[in-house]
């Protein structure tokens, strides 16, 4: 944030197309699973943050769960561990917490649009562009907005880090202030120190 941005960029494979409209029953036995070795969370809640935030990561976790059933269970810890870490956040920084949405939305879109170059190149691999002239515009398109959502997540990112430095700078400017105050206050913290021990003057 995900410093964690962080946890949230390990999550995103290749996305899948499309979401069943009911569970199957490996993903319900995943869910419930889940449940049991995540006391105090409610998957209903989980399920209802990436429906919102992320649905692209819900399909990919029915797709996964239908062509690799007995691997999909880390993915969906992954998931898991990522609302814990965004609830969190979500706590004790609401600022961070939108913007680590932001963040999220971003990298799922980032790699959809990456995932679907790949798609394109491989299709048009043999094939001149007078055979597709429509996909190898697309292709050029896509490649055009996945390099400008790359460069605005990397601003943003480095804003979002000058943010972060400007605010320890206040922090350290009112410790060193805190320290001062108290070198200058010197004789008169030591006296009275040593009065509640000793209960006589310096």
Do not use: C
Not at 49 to 54: I, L, P, S, V
Not at 64 to 84: C, H, I, K, M, S
């Amino acid at each position: 944030m995900w410093n964690s941005p962080i946890i949230l960029a390990g999550l995103l494979f290749t996305l899948a197309i499309s979401l069943p409209a009911q569970e199957s029953a490996v993903q319900e036995k995943l869910w419930e699973e889940s449940n049991r070795q995540n006391p105090g969370l409610a998957m209903q809640d989980i399920k209802a943050f990436y429906q919102e935030y992320a649905p692209e990561l819900l399909k990919e976790l029915a797709e996964n769960a239908r062509q690799w059933p007995d691997q999909t269970a880390g993915f969906l810890q992954q998931l898991v561990d990522g609302y814990r870490e965004l609830q969190k956040i979500r706590k004790e920084n609401p600022t961070l917490y939108q913007w680590q949405l932001r963040r999220l939305g971003d990298e799922v879109k980032i790699r959809r649009i990456g995932n679907e170059i790949k798609q394109l190149d491989e299709f048009l691999r043999d094939k001149s562009a007078a055979e597709e002239p429509a996909r190898v515009l697309e292709l050029h398109q896509k490649k055009q907005e996945l390099k400008k959502l790359l460069e605005e997540a990397f601003l943003a990112s480095q804003q979002h880090q000058q943010i972060e430095i400007n605010r320890l700078e206040a922090e350290m400017n009112m410790l060193k202030q805190l320290l001062e105050e108290r070198n200058a206050s010197r004789e008169l913290i030591l006296k009275e120190q040593y009065r509640k021990l000793t209960h006589s003057e310096w």
